[in-house]
T-cell receptor, first 115, second 116 residues
């Protein structure tokens, strides 16, 4: 399977704990995105990388959130001191950056539950 | 700012009948428009996009969408619905300018239910 992969698929944690998610994009894609989706809502943009550079961050991304893409390949999203409001599906997407609309392809997501 | 509206939370249609899922957008400039489908506990699957050119765009699984600039709409259509089309559908918009970022702005989704 050459699509976007995300791990873990599910994460249950207690409030106050730190969690880290991983995203592996489609191999030739240099752009990588993180979104958050809560029940009954569409995905909301969190942050965007081109290669290893983080070029855009949403105001939704509080100081407790940090994302990295150290070698321009996989990316990690860490949430520190989790809160119940962080419970959501975290989606990763990648795109080639080429002309033609630069379609974003999504992974299956990581569902986070904060108890 | 860019925004997307999907006015219907749910659309019900009988199998074999045509279906339409509505989407309107608000953006400064000429948008790129996308439709994605989401099955339960899955990520989003790309269906089709409008960039420029022909207003009628054809995509995966027999879906198509019509871009209407004057009405700022991008409705998703299919001539004959299947039970397997039952899923959550999202419309999304982004600006074509690289300076405007690459983020997609999504609507709240429309649940499509196709019944026998």
């Amino acid at each position: 399977d050459t699509g976007v992969s995300q791990n873990p698929r599910h994460k249950i944690t207690k409030r106050g704990q730190n969690v880290t998610f991983r995203c592996d994009p489609i191999s030739e894609h240099n752009r990588l995105y993180w979104y958050r989706q809560t029940l009954g809502q569409g995905p909301e943009f969190l942050t965007y990388f081109q290669n290893e550079a983080q070029l855009e961050k949403s105001r939704l991304l509080s100081d407790r959130f940090s994302a990295e893409r150290p070698k321009g390949s996989f990316s990690t999203l860490e949430i520190q001191r989790t809160e119940q409001g962080d419970s959501a599906m975290y989606l990763c997407a990648s795109s080639s950056g080429l002309a033609g609309g630069d379609t974003q392809y999504f992974g299956p997501g990581t569902r986070l539950t904060v108890l | 700012a860019q925004s997307v509206a999907q006015p219907e939370d749910q659309v019900n249609v009988a199998e074999g009948n045509p279906l339409t899922v509505k989407c309107t957008y608000s953006v400064s400039g000429n948008p790129y428009l996308f439709w994605y489908v989401q099955y339960p506990n899955r990520g989003l699957q790309f269906l089709l996009k409008y960039i420029t050119g022909d207003n009628l765009v054809k995509g995966s699984y027999g879906f198509e969408a019509e871009f209407n600039k004057s009405q700022t709409s991008f409705h998703l259509k299919k001539p004959s619905a299947l039970v397997s089309d039952s899923a959550l559908y999202f419309c999304a918009v982004r600006l074509p300018l690289t300076g405007g970022g690459n983020k997609l702005t999504f609507g709240t989704g429309t649940q499509l239910k196709v019944e026998l």
